[in-house]
């Protein structure tokens, strides 16, 4: 079993910043990417950023120079820090970790339940 949680959702003004935790926890044999989604009600999940085992990054162009992922590999945590917050960042952020279980020889993508964004402007 492997379990995915997130936190740090809040509602914030614009031009704000929150920090979002996601740690993951269970029979954990190695964990590759761990990244951040967000749904905006009434559309589709898409990704914010993403961070390789290797700390390589990606993100997408909105967020470009205002998030920061990171992770901590002896936690088995991943954060994004949000800064400059606008309205449009505004919905329910998932965590994801490609997981390989203890014992296993494959990975399987794991979810986290969301936490809330709330960008008032």
């Known amino acids: 079993q492997v379990q995915v949680v997130e936190s740090g959702g809040d509602l914030v003004q614009a031009g704000g910043s929150l920090r979002l935790s996601c740690v993951a926890s269970?029979?954990?044999?190695?964990?590759?990417?761990m990244g951040w989604y967000r749904q905006a009600p009434g559309k589709q999940r898409e990704l914010v950023a993403r961070?390789?085992?290797?700390?390589?990054?990606t993100y997408d162009d909105s967020v470009k120079g205002r998030f920061t992922i990171s992770r901590d590999n002896a936690k088995n945590t991943v954060y994004l820090q949000m800064n400059s917050l606008k309205p449009e960042d505004t919905g329910v952020y998932y965590c994801?970790?490609?997981?390989?279980?203890?014992?296993?020889?494959?990975?399987?993508?794991?979810w986290g339940q969301g936490t809330q964004v709330t960008v008032s402007s």
């Open positions: 994801n970790a490609d997981v390989r279980p203890r014992g296993r020889g494959s990975t399987y993508a794991y």
């Open positions: 269970g029979s954990i044999g190695s964990i590759n990417a």
């Open positions: 961070i390789t085992s290797g700390s390589s990054t």
